[in-house]
């Protein structure tokens, strides 16, 4: 059964660097092969590899690099997609690197030595290195050896294998033998590129074995389930009543779906994670998944990104999130809110003391709830770290109000509002709430904002000297040539924390930057007095 990403780009302007093309994986897999069949410094002392393991090592860095930096954009989203793209290249040239060092490998019993099964300490058993593969029988029969033995595992990881209806039956005795000790399974991406007829009775064994475990972790993500997916699985989440965490992402959650869910798991009182990333819930959805967020009092970090809720269904959802005062991380992104759902949002924020990290972009805010969830942000969560509220249309009006939440935030780390019409006035005002304190920023995103360089410098001097900061993303926005040269002028001594300015464009605003400044000038320092800082 297929995965089937659904991505929406609300803005033709937002260019998504991850996942990467299939065709740019194959590429670095291909320039990693002849790196490693180069004879180099490395293989004069550990040996050259042949083609034919090069290649084999080359597709397994891939796969892992990939894998890693796909599981840091799906727990910490970067916007773009551009930091999973360092940690992808990082981690391709890291590995490649060890493969260097290790020089040719040896085979013990025809198996490649990095091939074998990840055994971490004596508790977690974790079959998901490796190249993406189907198994039959025989190698599920020989991947899962170690379980049949006495053994102490309390985590199984099956991620990235996908199991057919052979090797299924070769993993159901296996697990009935072993699920009273388990706390934590993780069965994400197993059924993929299966019919649908095979994938819905693979998933149904496995729960069928596991119905009774007691645990604290599911973790069902990436394997395009619907409505049918969820209740073959109905053995296994009905008899759940201690979950901690549940992983729902990419799994195709229909408005049925959500409800079969929502039906099926019987308690969900100590859930303290709960991810419904990237599915086709739309709002009677959204209404079904509130039921859970109002069972769960205890949730502490709840994503529900890129699910198609609206306006009616971000209403239900924000009330019952009102329920929920042990929030610490919310992600709401690319959604189809709107003012009215925002406004309700607004309502339930007030109450979320330890919030930590907020992700509130693309969800069709405008000013009006986007000045609601600021004002009532400044009111709560103390401690926030992540404020993300790109891509809402929010305007100058708000900047004030905006201003005066970051002000207070003096712990808070990334700030992202690109893709906005803040213009100077905002960046101004913006960069006045950030010159005192806020020693632990790290990160400020104001890209595309029809920001000039009366705006764009003074934001430059306001975080440059902060001492843990470490990029500026003022791109795609309106600074003259000289406003460049200032720029690169204020970041001199330390480049890099000046993001790229590629797509910048001087010419987009036939105004005299001067000019402006004296018209907008008494109204911008009347706010400016008026701020509460």
């Known amino acids: 059964m297929d995965s089937t990403a659904q991505t929406y780009q609300h803005r033709p302007l937002s260019i998504k660097l991850w996942p990467p093309s299939q065709g740019t994986r194959l590429m670095l897999a291909e320039r990693m092969t002849k790196n490693l069949t180069t004879p180099s410094i490395f293989s004069r002392k550990y040996g050259l590899l042949s083609k034919e393991e090069a290649e084999e090592d080359a597709k397994q860095i891939e796969e892992i690099a990939f894998t890693t930096a796909t599981q840091h954009f799906e727990k910490e989203p970067d916007g773009d997609g551009s930091f999973a793209v360092q940690i992808y290249a990082k981690e391709s040239s890291k590995l490649m690197l060890d493969v260097l060092k290790r020089g ?86 197993f059924i993929a590129g299966r019919p649908e007829a095979e994938a819905l009775e693979v998933m149904t064994i496995f729960s069928s074995a596991l119905e009774g475990c007691v645990l604290r972790y599911l973790n069902l993500s990436n394997n395009a389930m619907g409505e049918k997916g969820v209740r073959a699985f109905r053995s296994l989440l009905k008899s759940q009543n201690n979950l901690e965490e549940l992983y729902l992402m990419n799994d195709g959650i229909s408005e049925e779906a959500a409800k079969a869910v929502s039906e099926l798991i019987p308690s969900t009182e100590k859930l303290k994670v709960l ?67 925002g406004v309700a949002l607004s309502k339930a924020v007030l109450g979320f003391v330890d919030l930590t990290e907020i992700y509130l972009s693309y969800l069709n805010l405008e000013d009006d709830g986007a000045e609601a969830l600021a004002n009532a942000l400044k009111e709560s969560a103390p401690s926030l770290e992540v404020l993300d509220m790109a891509g809402n249309d929010i305007t100058t009006n708000v900047a004030a109000s905006l201003a005066e939440c970051i002000s ?36 400020v995103d104001l890209s595309t904002n029809s920001i000039t360089r009366s705006g764009a410098t003074v934001l ?23 406003g460049i040269e200032e720029l690169k002028d204020i970041f001199k001594s330390l480049p890099d924390m000046l993001g790229p300015l590629d797509e910048n464009d001087p010419e987009g605003e036939d105004i005299d930057e001067e000019a402006e400044e004296d018209a907008d000038r008494d109204e911008l320092e009347s706010k400016l007095k008026s701020l509460e800082i």
């Open 104 to 189: 040719p490998r040896v085979k013990e019993d025809g198996v490649l030595v990095s091939e074998k099964v990840t055994v971490t300490g004596e508790t977690v058993f974790d079959i998901s290195g490796g190249r993406r593969a189907f198994i039959d029988a025989e190698e599920a029969t020989e991947l899962l050896e170690p379980l049949r033995a006495p053994n102490s595992y309390t985590k199984i990881c099956f991620s990235n294998r996908s199991f057919g209806l052979e090797a299924a039956q070769v993993a159901e005795p296996i697990l009935l033998s072993i699920k009273n000790q388990l706390k934590e399974v993780d069965l994400s991406d």
């Open 275 to 341: 991810h419904f990333h990237n599915n086709m819930t739309g709002d009677e959805g959204a209404i079904a998944i509130s039921e859970i967020v109002k069972r769960s009092a205890a949730l502490e970090d709840f994503r529900c990104s890129s699910t198609r809720v609206g306006s009616d269904g971000g209403v239900v959802l924000a009330e019952a999130l009102g329920t929920c005062k042990h929030l610490k991380k919310l992600d709401l992104r690319d959604n189809m809110f709107g003012v009215e759902a």
């Open 408 to 443: 207070s935030k003096q712990f808070l780390a990334k700030l992202n509002l690109s893709e906005n019409e803040l213009k100077d006035e905002g960046a101004i005002l913006i960069s006045k709430a950030l010159e005192e304190g806020h020693d632990q920023l790290l990160e």
């Open 460 to 482: 430059a001097k306001a975080v440059v000297k902060k001492p843990r900061f470490k990029l500026l993303n003022i791109n795609a926005n309106f600074i003259s040539d000289e």
